[in-house]
């Protein structure tokens, strides 16, 4: 009896709020959808409070369902002017939600326009505002698209989620694209739960996680059944699915829990790879001064070559030293003395990996005149010689390459970084042998969100490298969730990550993208590790996306058999 008064009180709750939600009007709904996409945020790093979509993503619905009945019944005389009403409504809704959803989620961009503040400073509120506001366009038309095809019931939640995944997919696509935060890296709050990547990548996730947390909103206030003829009938229908949905998010736990279970204990062998990942927290402010160069270089060389607790002997034959991107402000393959500093710092048999720029004259010009510039990854062998060179492929707009860069600089806009220009583009990714150790596949900051573009695809390497400067963005959230996607991607891939950070954070991640080691965000130090192994290659690494097309064909399969007749 008491169960009974307590689920009617629980339905009784959701009805009203529902209701409540649904029947709010001209600001107040926008406002309410600017707040649910705020409060979103708390389910990413470094909050990773994962209840919260339960709350916001109902919400959403709810507010879809004040637009009116489904649009694609609508008829009469005005039918063709409802529905174009009803597409409007959808998408200033879900434009409202995605602005507030990445003003907040994104706000850490703020960071990097104080480290010249003299210079940026006058960019910081249109950066921090615009982007989000043209990434809200991808949610406008998710929830415009899905209001085109809204149904009762559940059927609509499938129908958001196959229309919000899609718009997800562009935005990581469109443009260069732009994949950070999608709903589905709230999955990486539980080591368990993101084992799923390994099947159906970080856009799959997303699909999955909207069709469990936007289930409380079954209850649909325009669409109750007019043959419900008890309250114990109509709790049966709305709760079931709800608790199913629960269900279905602990048996995802279960599935990836058994995965771990079954994972076999990584332990070195005295023929591993030993890998010293070096830290050195240096400010962004102090990174480019000329004076600071030999200060840095004895930085790196010292906490390169000294012993400590996880390695006494300091570095062996077998290691591998990572240092950060551009970790010395030089054209190190133009500095012999450095390289020879590096010959000496490292055992016969090491390597490092180190991040750098990388300057080319003009192929009809002078050799001492450099004109094109990379943003590159070097590997140096203990004799001080470059055996492999890597550039980046994917730059970051406005920080790394300025669209129509001569243009815009003569009216005073400029790139974050110092070179005037633009980086030039490499080939990529790649997979880089490495004498002595697994081949790797190198990746420069944040080349590593793009769940698709991460290794060559002909040639599997053994392991990523994934060298960054996030001290641009300082103690913010930023640093945390560019993390979070570093674990996915081991996930989908199989592979092991070693990750050098400048100012962190730094780690050592497994296959399962467990974090195996790591150095906390601001801090100096090393990590040393032994380089974990691969795993076969997983159905993402085989197949890609189109584990997703086949969910979202799958889900716009389950709408056609379930619609009403």
Known sequence: MNADRGLTALFSA????????????SWRRLLAAFFAGSLSVLALPPIHFLPILFVTFPVLVWLLDGLGGPASVVLGEDATATRRRMLRG??????????????????????????EAEKFAIFMPFAITLLPAGLAIFTGAATALARAVWLPGYLRIVSLAISWCIFEWLRGHVLTGFPWNLIGESFTASDALMQWAALTGAYGLSFIAILIVAAPAFFDPHARAADIHSVRLSIREVLVVPFAALAALVLLWAGGAMRLAAAEPHVASPDDVMLRIVQPNIPQTQKWRPESRIAILGQF??????????????????????????????????????????SRMLPKGALLITGSVRGEPSPD??????????????????DGKIIATYDKFH?????????????LESIGLHKLTKLQGS?????????????????????????????????NATKRPGWIV?????????????PYQHLSQ????????????????????????????????????????????????????????????????????????????????
Not at 395 to 407: D, K
């Open 14 to 25: 959701l009805e009203r709020v529902a209701r409540e939600v649904a029947l709010l009007r």
């Open 90 to 115: 959808g998408a200033a809704i879900g434009w409202w939600f995605g602005f507030g959803y990445f003003l907040f989620g994104l706000h850490w961009i703020g960071y990097a326009f104080m480290v």
């Open 301 to 342: 060389l010292r906490m390169s070559s000294d012993p400590t607790p996880e390695a006494p002997q300091g570095l062996g034959p077998h290691s591998i030293v990572v240092w950060p991107e551009s970790a010395l402000s030089i054209f190190l393959a133009r500095e012999p003395y450095v390289l020879s500093a590096i």
């Open 365 to 382: 010009g002078p050799a001492d005149k450099l004109e094109r510039f990379y943003n590159s990854l070097y590997t140096v062998d203990s």
């Open 395 to 407: 730059l970051v707009p406005f920080g790394e390459y300025l669209p129509y860069h001569r243009w």
């Open 423 to 455: 980086f030039d583009v490499g080939p990529g990714p790649i997979t880089m042998p490495l004498p002595g150790a697994p081949s790797a596949s190198p990746l420069i900051c944040y080349e590593i969100i793009f769940p698709e573009a991460v290794v």
């Open 466 to 478: 994934n060298v960054t400067n996030d001290a641009w963005f300082g103690s913010s959230s930023g």
């Open 486 to 565: 570093v674990r996915l991607r081991a996930v989908e891939q199989g592979l092991p990550i070693a990750r050098a950070a400048n100012t962190g954070i730094s780690a050592v991640i497994d296959p399962y993208g467990r974090i195996l080691a790591q150095r906390a965000l601001n801090t100096a130090g090393v990590i040393d590790y032994p380089l974990p192994h691969a795993l076969a290659p997983t159905p993402y690494a085989r197949f890609g996306d189109w584990l997703f097309g086949l969910l979202l064909l799958a889900g716009a399969g389950f709408l056609y058999a379930f619609r009403p007749r």
